[in-house]
């Protein structure tokens, strides 16, 4: 088995002067598949990601990357991090920079990681096209595409980087259900053709059962249930993932249905 490339051990983290946010987080994130956190709003599934995306450091406990402790203060480990985790968020139309042009959007990763070159060119025209978009995409503003589109910018510009990991929030919960499956279907096709890890936030179920092979239950900042997707979802143990299970009429074949 794949050893985690990103994990958490007892993790938990609060507020200067509130309650904690989340309890005693253990999850391990294994290279080459997808998992997803689950939970209703207010369950800890942003905080947790925000931890693995070495935004917050946890006030208890430990983020490990590659077998080691993620230190947010060592320079050397964090750039290797930073090239090696991106992320795509909730909303394509505030997550773009409406007054750049999208080649400078896409690019902007190569140039914070000091990789920006003589092929910065090509690569984002590469990026384009691997998310499904025409090269010349990159000559516009976002303004010009549909949600759908400005979401693949923004995996566009997550993947450029080559990166080994990409942590989604809410990823297609701003779309139309057409274009959610599109997209859901774009995260399968990267993730296999890149051997790409996938984290994802999700309060939708379908989505979840559709890509993830791993699922973990949050429930008031603590991990209630967690196990292969098919076995969650299929037959919950914990009383919380019933309910969670009981607004969602039908749930798609998923990755551990495929063979």
């Known amino acids: 088995m794949n050893a985690p490339v990103l994990a958490t051990r007892e993790a938990g983290f609060a507020y200067r002067g509130a309650a904690p946010v989340l309890h005693g987080i253990t999850l391990d994130i294994t290279a080459g598949r997808s998992v997803a956190l689950v939970g209703e709003s207010g ?27 993620l230190r947010l203060r060592d320079r050397a480990q964090m750039r290797t991090f930073r090239r090696s985790v991106q992320s795509v968020f909730q909303d394509p139309y505030s997550s773009l920079d409406p007054r750049q042009r999208v080649r400078n959007i896409v690019s902007e990763p190569l140039r914070s990681l000091g990789l920006a070159g003589a092929g910065t060119k090509e690569r984002v025209a590469a990026a384009l096209t691997g998310v499904g978009l025409p090269a010349d995409t990159g000559d516009r503003y976002p303004h010009e595409f549909s949600g759908g589109q400005r979401q693949r910018i923004a995996l566009a510009r997550a993947t450029v980087c080559d990166p080994r ?9 701003a779309l139309d259900v057409t274009t959610r499956v599109r997209i859901v279907d774009l995260l399968e096709e990267l993730k296999e053709s890149r051997g790409l890890t996938i984290a994802m936030v999700s ?5 979840v059962a559709a890509l993830c092979e791993h699922t973990a239950v949050l429930e008031n900042g603590r991990i209630v249930e967690q196990g292969d997707t098919r076995a969650v979802l299929g037959a919950p143990v914990h009383p919380y993932t019933r309910r969670l299970l009981a607004s969602v009429p039908r ?6 249905d495929r063979g």
């Open 165 to 173: 990991v990409l942590l989604a929030d809410e990823p297609v919960s």
């Open 251 to 256: 749930l798609p074949e998923g990755p551990a």
């Open 43 to 69: 369950a800890g599934k942003t905080t947790m990601l925000r931890l693995l995306l070495g935004l917050t450091r946890p006030t208890t406990g430990q983020v490990l990357f590659d077998g080691e402790t």
């Open 203 to 207: 309060h939708d179920l379908s989505v």
